[in-house]
């Protein structure tokens, strides 16, 4: 079958790495991809917002199946043009990836469903928003409603900070008009973990756990970036969280959805807090993790498109989803000055040391060719990562792998899974 990738960062050459695999494949395209991608597809330049283009190039090359990877053609309802144009595309439609595109509506569905999440209040008043805070207890999350980039998220320790936060958000628009609207939270405390799910609308699927670094330095300080490095399996995700999440959080979840009129196909990424009074739900994602997806599945035993091609048919309830006894730590290589700015057009040097080697991996999230050469062309540039027997192995063999490839002001945290120490 002819399948097209839409996307073009890490996760987009995580999964083209496992859809490169499967032997359903007979051509296989990405738009736009980028040049480590261009090694196992072809790449066409064509923009993930380019919605007729898109289509008319399924239409041109007689693709089957296409897989629709970030989240703003999700919730602008890419799906669903293809769907229009009879072509089968993995990823939920636009009124199920509202889920992640509105987070005072996810939050508004986990409170009318019981389904455990932090307490909150939604604003689309800054006025409103600022009285609130002057009985509000501190710390205190305030979060823009809509997508920005994994960025929209800020802790305030103190009334000043929260003040300052909410003219950032709702009147500076500093992420834009994802803060039109905004969520108030309550701050949870505990471990944080990741657990991506396959479902059709009905069953869902279980992949293995991950834990993301989202601050841009070492010891979680700096500013919150899309992702900075990642392990899998946390320690932390017990059999007995396995279960309770599966009967409050995710099966609770998929339903909830349906009942709404709003059935979910896809990937939904549950962002979970372990707190001392049990898991909650920090924040939905509509589609696999960046770079969770990068340590998820490396470590995946499935034909992934089977898998895909089950969500979108609703058969999951026949796929036996399996993952390697193993684990996974991926190290991002950004340019320095993310993720506020930075230059890009570095020559990207040493990559072919990954070639040949079953158990690392270097995902390419920000690169381009350019005069021959690969260059950097993002903040985040590469995703370096090991699978080892367990996760300090892993991490051990990522972080020397890191010193492979080199370009200018690469730039890294060096504490990625760091917690794997303490547990």
């Given at each position: 079958m002819n399948v097209l990738l839409v996307g073009g960062g890490g996760r987009e050459h995580a999964i083209a790495m496992q859809i490169a695999k499967s032997p359903k494949v007979?051509?296989?395209?990405?738009?736009?991809?980028?040049?480590?991608?261009?090694?196992?597809?072809?790449?066409?330049?064509?923009?993930?917002?380019?919605?007729?283009?898109l289509v008319a190039f399924a239409k041109e090359k007689a693709i089957d199946f296409v897989i629709v990877a970030p989240d703003d053609p999700l919730a602008a309802g890419l799906v669903d043009e293809f769907e229009k144009a009879?072509?089968?595309?993995?990823?939920?439609?636009?009124?199920?990836?509202?889920?992640?595109?509105?987070?005072?509506?996810?939050?508004?569905?986990?409170?009318k469903y019981g389904?455990?999440?932090?307490?909150?209040?939604?604003?689309?008043?800054?006025?409103?928003?600022?009285?609130?805070?002057?009985?509000?207890?501190?710390?205190?999350?305030?979060?823009?409603?809509?997508?920005?980039?994994?960025?929209?998220?800020?802790?305030?320790?103190?009334?000043?900070?929260?003040?300052?936060?909410?003219?950032?958000?709702?009147?500076?628009?500093?992420?834009?008009?994802?803060?039109?609207?905004?969520v108030v939270e309550q701050f949870m405390t505990g471990r944080e973990v990741s657990v991506l799910t396959f479902t059709d609308g009905k069953t869902i699927r279980v992949m293995t756990s991950a834990q993301d670094h989202k601050r841009a330095k070492d010891n979680d300080e700096g500013l919150n970036t899309g992702g900075m490095g990642t392990f899998s399996p946390s320690p932390f995700y017990t059999d007995e969280i396995h279960e309770y999440c599966v009967k409050n959080i995710?099966?609770?979840t998929v339903d909830a959805m349906a009942k709404e009129g709003r059935t979910f196909q896809g990937v939904i990424f549950f962002g979970l807090m372990l707190t001392a009074d049990g898991p909650k739900v920090l924040e939905y994602n509509a589609r696999f993790g960046d770079p969770e997806t990068q340590v998820v599945l490396?470590?995946?035993?499935?034909?992934?498109?089977?898998?895909?091609?089950?969500?979108?048919?609703?058969?999951?309830?026949?796929?036996?989803?399996?993952?390697?006894?193993?684990?996974?730590?991926?190290v991002v290589l950004a340019s320095d000055g993310y993720p506020v700015s930075y230059?890009?057009?570095?020559?990207?040097?040493?990559?072919?040391?990954?070639?040949?080697?079953?158990?690392?991996f270097c995902f390419h999230a920000g690169s381009k060719f350019a005069d021959g050469k690969i260059v950097t062309n993002g903040g985040r540039v590469l995703g370096v990562t090991a699978t080892g027997a367990?996760?300090?192995?892993?991490?051990?063999?990522?972080?020397?792998?890191?010193?492979?490839?080199?370009?200018?002001?690469?730039?890294?945290?060096?504490?990625?899974?760091?917690?794997?120490?303490?547990?």
């Open positions: 007979d051509k296989f395209y990405c738009a736009p991809g980028n040049a480590g991608i261009a090694s196992l597809a072809e790449c066409v330049s064509i923009g993930v917002m380019e919605f007729d283009k009879g072509i089968r595309a993995f990823g939920p439609r636009k009124n199920a990836a509202i889920l992640e595109g509105s987070k005072a509506f996810s939050k508004d569905l986990m409170k389904i455990p999440t932090a307490a909150y209040e939604n604003f689309d008043d800054a006025q409103a928003a600022l009285a609130y805070l002057e009985t509000a207890q501190f710390p205190i999350v305030l979060k823009a409603d809509g997508l920005a980039l994994g960025k929209g998220v800020l802790i305030c320790m103190n009334k000043e900070e929260a003040i300052a936060g909410v003219k950032e958000i709702m009147q500076d628009k500093k992420f834009g008009t994802a803060g039109n609207r905004m995710y099966q609770p490396p470590r995946m035993k499935n034909d992934l498109l089977e898998v895909m091609e089950a969500c979108v048919d609703g058969t999951l309830d026949q796929i036996d989803l399996q993952f390697e006894d193993n684990a996974a730590v991926c230059e890009k057009g570095f020559e990207i040097t040493g990559l072919e040391a990954f070639e040949g080697k079953e158990d690392y367990d996760l300090k192995e892993a991490r051990r063999k990522a972080y020397e792998a890191t010193k492979w490839v080199n370009f200018a002001n690469k730039y890294m945290r060096n504490d990625i899974g760091k917690a794997i120490d303490e547990a």
